[in-house]
């Protein structure tokens, strides 16, 4: 008995060719739609599935292959007497080989003006079936699913014959398709009926990067992003120069990324080890970055910038000075990239830096688990504040507050951030308790503390921190307030001329 192929694909990248070549040696071919009218112009001797079960297409071509013939060519196992003594009894053919690829749902509902009715009938039943059935049954069937693999394929059928490994492989490739074109589907369900937090959570990723290791030398890794990603993200960036990045530069940049975008005025964040050791706003994009080199000019050294601003040729003129890692934009100008791409190694990234696109959730992996929550968007205004202190801060003051406020919601808790003009002075990160932070922060803004404010993520149960404060001169201090003890704090404040302003809202971020 003639050997059979089934190919029915929507991506037809090759088709024509790898079809031939099956015929070459010795299959026949069994198609429909629009597959089976490309290979037949293409003078592929292909015939109908129609033709083969008798029973003609339906329901505007939603039914053709959901039909016993084809299913029980696919899955009859040839092994089994019982099964090839059913097929003889029914004149059911077996399939040999299954060339499908599904209804472009991922790029359906990528379109900016997509429908409801567009994405629904652009998911693909008849499809994922057969590669299942194909796929469980790997040890008789050969199931391609990606263009890419038509090549290896056809030439291991003009040797002889594919190794039951090698037809389990390609299996393993076909459930990932499934089960990524799945998740596509229950995560576009999710969104359209606003279920936030459903019983089961579908998560799916197509490889970006095989990355050189991870975290050190000794560990593998991968990037992985999200399909259809869009706006504001590391994972969507265009790279303009410089070598690939590392799993640390993913995670370093992405943190810069989220931080730059909390403001409005021209803003310059300089990151190392996801938190920023220098951050300052201006004028101009080149202004502050100014303020943030000058905040730290020691740990910026190989560190990651991301500005929400176009880099100009003054910008460039001073990362180009500096040794780093990353830089991120929304755009370079040809001036800038003409400075900046003397530099080898640097990588430039170009995204969007656009707030409105920030993802509305974040997701923690655990060991055996993830953590899902919504995303930090928590934020204060001037009229969310109230001062329980006796010295009210001034104008300036509560700029430099909100300004700090900012920036500490970004920091690895216990965070402390001190800051005047605008500018970041010292930042102190992940300490076991906050008075520790307090102090690494004031120490590196040192004699600049006078006058300056300074932030903290979460309340202050005991005063030491605001005698820290007191001692380096800080003249004003933001922190959420809410501690059993706050009066303690306040009368702290009191003491040493101090305003605080508490917030309501605090950023703890582990």
Known sequence: ???????????????????????????????????????QDAGVDAIAVSDVTGFDEILGGRVKTLHPVIHAGLLARRSDPEHVKQLEERNISPIDVVVVNLYPFKNTIAKPDVTQEDAIENIDIGGPTMLRSAAKNFQDVTVVVDPSDYDDVLAKLKEGSLSVEYKKGLSAKVFRHTANYDAMIAAYFADITEEKYPEAYSLTYEKAQTLRYGENPHQQAAFYKEANIKGASIANAKQLHGKELSYNNIQDANAALEMVMEYDQPAAVAVKHMNPCGVGIGETIAAAFDKAFKADPVSIFGGIVALNRPVDKDTAEQLKGIFLEIVIAPSFTEEALAILTVKKNIRLLETPVDEETKPKQKVVSVVGGLLIQDADFGTVTESDLTC??????????????????????????????????????????GQMNRVGAARIALEQAGDQAKGAVLASDAFFPMPDTVEEAANAGIKAIIQPGGSKRDEDSIKACNEHGIAMVFTGIRHFKH
């Open 1 to 39: 008995m003639k050997k059979r192929a089934l190919i029915s694909v929507s991506d037809k990248t090759n088709i024509v060719e790898f079809a031939k070549g099956l015929h070459e040696v010795g299959y026949e071919v069994i198609s429909t739609g629009g597959t089976l009218k490309q290979l």
């Open 388 to 429: 329980p202190t006796d010295r009210k801060p001034s104008e300036q003051e509560l700029r430099e507050l909100l300004f700090a406020w900012k920036v500490v919601k970004h920091v690895k808790s216990n965070a402390i951030v001190v800051a005047k003009a605008d500018q970041t002075l010292g930042v102190g990160a």
